[in-house]
């Protein structure tokens, strides 16, 4: 967008290619030019001037759940918080609108008092707002229904597939695609299948993991002792068992603790539906969590088979003896894909008076697109609540939101409210709450036993799923929360926000629509996602900040997604010592660990979470996130510049148009000669710097542009300064001072792991070959000298690159 943290270039451009709404066309019955950007469509209208303003007063009281609904009308107004709420209520509107009383449609009379209406008059016919809805309700009554064209009223340009491919390569997969894949990615077809491909990487699933666990806050912390639950496996957490160590506790911890993202992942590496994350009834475990849960592993107890997560078509099993003199009670747990893990029961607790509530809104807000919280309006006089018997099922004001909310909290009847994990089968429910269901459905009683999992098999039934999972994954990749539909109806901007809003609400629903259609295929609703406007706008009109709502680029990079881009751009994480170590919990493909990752002080100052006490990512960079960042661009300027250096040019990332050796003037005799221009020098630099601004920066600049020109002149006075103090110190300043600058390691090659004195695994690299004095450098050498001051002064450019917004948003 363009205000905000967005960067959003300025200026008038036609549109690329967004997906059309869902249910528009090209055309409307008035003849008007549905690409017309002052075309107003009937959904808009409807949005804009009949929902936003002559239908107010009525929503409060026709929502499902309101006092109109309570009372047994036929006419119901959805709330902007249910998903499509647009077509929801055009579709009750024109039903309802067809009914008349001599002549005039009851839709029209009710509002002015008439026909013994419950809410009385609230409209005058002489009023505006009435006139509004006479029009509309007039409108659909003669089939006058006008569609516009979404995309030509966004107004914006899209960036090219080259540049498209580049930025999905480091937000997804954490790389920068070769010379054969931005080849490929040239036509469209060729993009979506790179897309594709980036999604069956290992560093994606760390992406993924890192989305679903953003939404879910799963990864909290859950100890081990949970086990005594399962009562399987006490010497994993007990230390009164023989066996037990610390070690296992803590992978056991780290077990149980990760089961929810690596149920997730395991559906996504294997082509599984995706509403297996709600309706699978299996177990991923790897061997501690399968031992703790009493199910068959192929594998040891180990750490180094911590990452063997696999599918188990065997339910947990619970163990209880009350005493010693009592027989063992042994409980099949039922299983509801994530629903039913000891990590969700436990990061959404309940109590005997929340009675589930806080995991039925966890489950409508991440897996039906429903905010309960922003569901209705809150009661001003409490007093008028506490004059009601049972207010959640018999006030209004409460019954709103409890109809809703109750029945999907009874789907998690049966798992005990003082310990989160164990579960009952005989548990009672609650009489004073509404019998489980969802969506008026009410639960079958033989399903009692096992409610979570009849829950977890309507939900994916319900089209809000679609709706709600491509919501998360647009919230992961894109980094805005979905539009909110615009409430001050005289804000200078309302239209053009309300219709931004169409256009994604719609949006939503025609990708939700596909991914349900797919068999709820999670890679082909990345696509979407990654080639729609949202991800790949880049330019639109100055004077429409309200429409460009939530478009372009500019999202802040989180602490996970920066030193992901380290490495991608670079080919070097940034790490806090010099020395490395493996990040054995994350990835089979051994990467090392980056702090900005690993390291929860360094994720939390840099703005992220850690799932308990910081729930929610700082999207906008704090004082101390900048200074972070400089200092993350230092080191891994200082570390990577050399290094590049030692490969030859056809190998290097950063610097393959230059050399040592290429410098802009020949180093002088004395410090009253004169610079001279080294032939060449000047374009082959140039085009280094052009190449850095797009693996870099992702900008497209030509050499004599004035970006150009600009790092060109940073370059140049460096190296001065560098050659004149040289001079000065007679030849003494040709050294590199910071040991951290210095090639020595070759971390491109044959890097083995072996365990420190904690036993954590730490990288050893092979030594770059001795390189003996007086003798000219050769690709492989070690590399601590800068005879030609050219080291310093590309870590000088890469360091200015690496701290422009730019490279820390993307």
């Known amino acids: ?132 809805l006479s029009k509309f309700v007039n409108d659909l009554r003669s089939g006058n229904d006008k569609t516009c064209d979404g995309d030509g009223q966004l107004g914006v340009q899209y960036l090219d597939n080259r540049t498209t491919a580049r930025k999905a390569a480091i937000t997804l997969a954490g790389r920068f695609p070769t010379d054969e894949e931005f080849a490929q990615a040239g036509s469209d077809e060729g993009l979506d299948q790179f897309i594709l491909k980036l999604t ?17 806050l799963t990864e909290r912390g859950l100890d081990a002792g949970n086990g005594a639950t399962f009562f399987n496996a006490p010497e994993l957490y007990d230390d009164r068992y023989p066996g037990y160590s610390s070690v296992n506790r803590d992978w056991t911890s780290r077990s149980i603790t990760q089961e929810p993202m690596r149920l997730i992942e395991y559906i996504v590496r294997n082509n599984l539906p995706f509403s297996d994350v709600v309706a699978g009834s299996y177990v991923v475990a790897n061997p501690y969590l399968a031992k703790l849960y009493g199910i068959p592993h192929d594998k040891p107890v180990a750490p180094e088979n911590f990452l063997e997560w696999k599918r188990i078509d065997f339910s947990p099993v619970q163990n209880r003896q009350d005493n010693a003199n009592s027989p063992m009670e042994t409980t099949a747990r039922p299983v509801a894909g994530l629903l039913s893990t000891p990590a969700f029961l436990n990061r959404w607790e309940t109590t005997p008076t929340n009675k589930g509530r806080k995991r039925s809104r966890i489950v409508l807000k991440n897996f039906l697109a429903t905010d309960i919280l922003k569901f209705a309006q809150r009661p001003v006089d409490s007093t008028a609540l506490t004059s009601v018997q049972n207010p959640t099922a018999n006030s209004p004001m409460c019954s709103v939101c409890h109809t809703v909310v109750d029945p999907i909290a009874g789907g998690f009847r049966g798992f005990n409210e003082n310990n989160m994990s164990r579960f009952d089968a005989a548990d009672k429910w609650h009489d004073d709450m509404l019998p489980p269901g969802i969506n008026s459905v009410q639960m079958p009683p033989q399903s009692y036993g096992s409610a979570l999992m009849w829950l977890g098999a309507q939900i994916p039934r319900d089209p809000r799923f679609g709706i709600s999972i491509a919501q998360v994954m647009y919230k992961g990749i894109i ?82 997604m920066l030193g ?121 630099i140039r085009e280094n710097i052009k190449q850095l601004y797009f693996r870099l920066l992702g900008e497209t600049v030509e050499t004599d542009s004035a970006q150009v020109t ?64 007086k003798t000219p450098y050769q690709p492989g050498m070690k590399l601590d000298r800068d005879d030609n001051f050219t080291i310093r002064s590309w870590q000088a450019v890469l360091t200015y690159m690496l701290m422009d917004y730019r490279y820390t948003h993307e």
């Open 200 to 216: 069956n990487e290992d560093l994606f699933y760390d992406r993924l993991r890192e989305i679903w666990n953003d939404a879910l």
């Open 564 to 684: 992901r881009k380290f490495r991608a751009t670079t080919g070097l994480y940034f790490f806090l010592n010099a020395a490395a170590v493996k990040d054995e919990q994350r990835s089979r493909d051994g990467y090392l660990r980056s702090d900005f990752i690993s390291d929860n002080d360094w994720r939390l100052v840099y703005g992220g979470i850690d799932s308990g006490d910081t729930t929610k990512r700082i999207e906008t960079m704090s004082p101390i996130m900048v200074a972070t960042s400089q200092y993350a661009a230092s080191i891994v300027a200082c570390r990577v510049t050399a290094y590049d250096f030692t490969k030859v040019a056809a190998d290097r990332r950063l610097f393959k148009n230059v050399e040592l050796n290429t410098m802009p003037f020949t180093p002088r005799a004395n410090a009253d000669a004169p610079l001279g221009a080294v032939p060449d020098a000047e374009a082959k």
């Open 1 to 132: 967008m363009l205000t905000g943290t967005r960067a959003f270039t300025l200026g008038v451009v036609a549109l690329g290619a967004l997906v059309a709404a869902a249910g528009a066309g090209c055309g409307s019955d008035s003849g008007d030019d549905a690409s017309d950007p002052s075309c107003v469509s009937t959904r808009e209208y409807f949005t804009s001037q009949v929902y936003g303003k002559a239908m107010q007063t009525c929503a409060g009281c026709h929502t499902p759940g309101g006092a109109a609904d309570a009372r047994g009308a036929k006419f119901k107004i959805y709330r902007d918080t249910y998903p499509d709420f647009v077509t929801a209520n055009i579709e009750s509107i024109r039903d309802y609108a067809k009914l008349e009383i001599d002549g005039k449609p009851v839709l029209l009379r009710k509002p002015l008092g008439e026909r013994e209406h419950g809410g009385g008059a609230v409209l005058t016919e002489d009023s505006d707002d009435y006139k509004i």
């Open 710 to 773: 600009g790092v060109y002149n940073l370059f140049v006075d460096v190296w001065k300064d560098l050659e004149d103090t040289d001079l000065k110190g007679g030849g003494k300043n040709k050294g590199l001072p910071n040991y951290r600058c210095v090639a020595q390691d070759d971390w491109d090659k044959g890097v083995t792991f072996a365990p420190d004195n904690n036993g954590n695994l730490q990288a050893s690299f092979p030594k770059l070959a001795d390189r003996p004095d």
């Open 479 to 560: 980094g805005d929360d979905p539009l909110a539909f615009p409430e001050d109806k005289d804000a200078p901007e309302y239209q053009d926000r309300v219709r931004a809003y169409n256009i994604q609400n719609d949006w939503f629903v025609k990708v939700g629509a596909e991914f349900a259609a797919s068999n709820f295929d999670l890679r082909k609703l990345v696509v979407n996602i990654v080639r729609s406007a949202y991800f790949r706008a880049v330019s639109g009109d100055s004077t429409k900040d309200g429409l460009h709502q939530g478009l372009g680029q500019g999202r802040l990079l989180t602490p996970e």
